[in-house]
């Protein structure tokens, strides 16, 4: 009896996510030196609740080489995993924000370094547009940054500072995260470091001081041999951690100083309250404190939106009490008034009539 062969299956690494297909290099060139396959994704991951993030290793079956197709059937087990933007297995991230045009926001840096400390993975911070202010301004940043926790850079596009010293940290292996604001050249870093990349740019809105968004999608590009460096959309507004207990562990500054010493309640928010080993006296507590109040708002308007949700949906609200019944409803209840009468009218007839036979 012939066996069946079975059916080809390749391994390869996402590098791209375009709507609903992805661009997967391969581990080893297919037919005709073929190294990349546009893919579509097995119905049965999606049933399964598996998404398909940049960086994920995967294995690729229903190969049609004279179309440059394929189809993602399974994929390896994730090593860690930055939600926003999308990208797995990352080695180190890398959170660049301008130091003029647009101006630096305190917070919004804060917020982005929240998002990269959530990896778990080493984080280096990175000035960019260094040229638009004077020297003493930008070590002036640096040396804060260092202060919070962070190893940090000051870079020049136009004059090269500092590039060489970022390029030698991007060549190392693994895959490595750009992420911050839009406009403060994320993509131009990257036409620095590879040329050969010549990657869309655009300057900063003049009358708005924002950025403009170039980068449309995440996508890999090798820096060196087993380097890889994702390039991504900016966005304004990074995400804050789901509850509140959860944000301080975010911050190097709480980390090092519960290292000292252990804080009286195991559900210390660190507001300076009693008994608290971290204290006050850090520089980004009002950051911290901000951060903790925009969670407490969140948590609101969630609150808010799932109880109208449960109202509009028959729960126990006071929109299900005033709802009007359906027609049908009414009309069934007329009618059973009306039967309700007639029987009501026929026994009180028979009363009367049997009180005047007794009579």
Not at 63 to 86: C, F, K, S, T
Not at 217 to 233: N, S
Request: aromatic share 4%; net charge neutral.
């Amino acid at each position: 009896m012939a066996v069946e062969p079975k059916p080809l299956r390749l391994s390869g690494l996402v590098v791209s996510l375009l709507a609903n297909y992805c661009w997967v290099e391969l581990d080893q060139p297919g037919s005709s030196g073929t190294t990349r396959l546009l893919c579509t994704r097995r119905t049965r991951l999606g049933k399964s609740g598996q998404t398909i993030a940049v960086g994920d290793h995967v294995w690729l079956e229903g190969i049609d080489w004279p179309a440059g197709r394929g189809a993602v059937a399974a994929l390896e087990p994730r090593d860690g995993l930055l939600e926003r933007p999308a990208v797995a297995n990352v080695a180190r991230v890398v959170v660049v924000v301008a130091l003029a045009e647009p101006e630096l926001d305190p917070l919004q840096l804060t917020r982005f370094l929240l998002t990269a400390e959530a990896t778990g993975r080493p984080v280096l911070l990175v000035f960019s547009k260094a040229d638009l202010v004077s020297p003493a301004v930008a070590a002036d940043w640096c040396r804060r940054a260092g202060a919070w926790g962070y190893e940090a850079l000051a870079l020049s596009i136009q004059t090269g500072q500092g590039l060489e010293r970022l390029s030698q940290r991007l060549r190392e292996p693994g895959i490595a995260v750009l992420c911050g604001p839009s406009g403060v050249g994320k993509s131009s870093v990257l036409n620095a470091l590879c040329p050969e990349l010549g990657l869309r740019v655009a300057a900063v809105s003049g009358r708005l001081q924002r950025g403009r968004h170039t980068t449309r999608h995440v996508e890999l590009f090798q820096l060196a041999p087993g380097a890889l460096m994702a390039d991504t959309p900016g966005f304004n507004r990074p995400e804050l951690p789901g509850e509140a207990i959860h944000l301080g562990p975010l911050f190097p500054e709480i980390r090092r100083r519960l290292e000292a010493g252990c804080c009286r309640f195991k559900n210390c928010l660190h507001l300076g309250d009693p008994g608290c080993a971290v204290g006050v006296d850090w520089e980004r507590y009002p950051l911290y404190s901000q951060c903790l109040g925009d969670l407490a708002g969140q948590s609101g308007r969630q609150a808010g939106r799932q109880a109208e949700r449960s109202n509009r949906s028959g729960g126990s609200g006071l929109a299900s009490h005033l709802r009007q019944p359906s027609r049908r409803l009414q009309r069934q209840q007329v009618l059973d008034g009306e039967s309700l009468g007639q029987a009501d009218g026929e026994s009180e007839g028979d009363l009367e009539r049997d009180s005047e036979g007794d009579s």
